[in-house]
């Protein structure tokens, strides 16, 4: 038996959930205000049976093990830990790691000893205060080949225990330390254990990288993490935003400032900490980006849109002055600028990118390219129509391009990876019940609906050239339509689905119809397929009255 396996057979989703929630019985399933987004009626269910929860709200799912890493901020390492001594399982595997933990832990006390008169002058010079240099444990590496590995010898690790966590490298010559001369940040995973470092030269040498990180290692995975995200992931769940940054300095005095859901880069590329945006999506959906204010700055804000957008964020740019970083706009109290009012009034990446192209571009046709070359695709990416019209209206009042133009060229746009049209439907709302329908019900011996048909049905809609996640949808059925009337709620998901489909046919139909104004021949095909939609939706309707 794995340790997961012997978790679960210890802990219940009921018994672990309840310790964070207030629970409801509902049947043979509980429910509760869901944890991962802000509403009034329950929607977030948990089934003892299936050892699931899901939340019909914002979608969150899944077992005791995603619900502690999404709630507590945790990596599943954390959320493994966290659960297995609460079920009182030993993890044997995980030993040796907690003994590199341990000397992690002690490499960085002796950083920390080790931050001189000088190094510390230089870290208050920048505005840190005392009290904010021992809560980040910031220290320092002495200037010597050897000065830390021979310091850790002596507490009894092996050269191999301190190469394997990237403190030391190995040359003909031997082993010697990796940080020589640097103020050293110590890197945490989410639950605050030291598992990296980065630091920064000083003094300046000529030729000297400006800052040097761990390698990666067992405990490290290169980009695995956001710097500060332990300090802030509590923050940014009550605040419901988060604010991202790109270095450990920004970070730091944005915290000391007030500023405690803020995370940084911290030289991570963005797409490379998935993981950790997941974490963070879960904490909060809404995302302010606060990056230096010169043309590199900006430009690596907008990448960082980009992918964040495409993970479903809410992104917002703030549009720092020209000249200045975060944290220079917190350390220079004399400057009269207020930090604060840049973050409340951020912009959306499409609307802050419309307005950088007007800022520096005049000549209308100019607009009307970049606006095309560089907005359109931030509007493609969004999930939702509605948004997308949002903002389509939004950047022709602000350009004075014809909403018309600018949707024939973003329909021209082709959408990096397009999920295929049976997928998309597959994750609508309405066919995910029919599936969790059909799927709850095919698996009894007696079941409450005529199962042929339900299946010709979802067949004719190119509903089953892909795999499904079917204990999820099972559950999602068995909790929203337990008492119900099955045969009765199918006929009307059914009807919805069609007409939602056709009413589809109906919107592209119209758009294609003003497309083409002044082409005759074009304009009485359309309008009649209009018509024809616009029937068939009629008649949908009049069937829904005879048949519920």
Known sequence: MTPVEEIKSRLNVLEVISEYLKLEKAGSNYKACCPFHNEKTASFFISPNRGLYYCFGCGAKGDI???IENFEGLDFRGALELLARKAGVVLKDFKDNNRLFSLLELATKFFEVNLNKASKKYLLDRGLTEETIKAFRIGYAPDSFRALSDFLKKKKFTEKEIFSVGLIKKSP?????????????????SAGRVIAYSGRIFPEKEKAPKYLNSPETILFKKGSVLYGFDKAKFQ??????????????????????GFLNTVALSGTALSEIKGQL??????????????????????????AAELTLAHGFDVKIADLPTGLDPADLVREKESGQDFNKFIASAKHVIEFLTSLILRETKEPRTIGARVK???????KRLPSSIEQSHFVKKVADMTGIREESIWEDLKRLPREN??????????????????GLYFWQDSLKNPQIDIKNLKSELERLGLFKKEYPKNELVFEAEALYQNADLGRTATELLLNLEEDLLEDKFKTCVTDLNR?????????????????????????????????
């Not at 397009?418 to 599936?435: C, N, T, Y």
């Not at 009649?528 to 939706?537: A, F, G, P, T």
Request: hydrophobic share 40%; charged share 35%.
């Open 278 to 303: 997941r974490e963070l999506f879960y904490l909060s959906p809404n995302l302010v980006i606060a990056f230096d204010s010169d043309a590199a700055g900006r430009n690596a804000a907008l990448r």
């Open 373 to 379: 070359k560089e907005v359109l695709p931030f509007i």
């Open 418 to 435: 397009e999920k295929p049209e049976e997928i998309k439907k597959a994750e609508s709302s309405i066919v995910r019940r029919l599936l």
């Open 236 to 257: 940014i769940k009550e605040k419901d935003f988060a604010i991202l940054v790109e270095g450990q300095m920004d970070l730091v005095l944005l915290h000391q400032t």
């Open 173 to 189: 010559k031997g082993f010697f330390d990796h940080f020589r001369g640097r103020i050293i940040f110590p890197i945490t995973d």
């Open 65 to 67: 093990f995603t619900f």
């Open 516 to 548: 083409i104004k002044g082409k005759e021949e074009e304009e009485k095909k359309l309008l009649l397929k209009c018509q024809e939609i616009s029937k068939r939706i009629n008649n949908l309707k009049t069937r829904r009255q005879k048949e519920l």
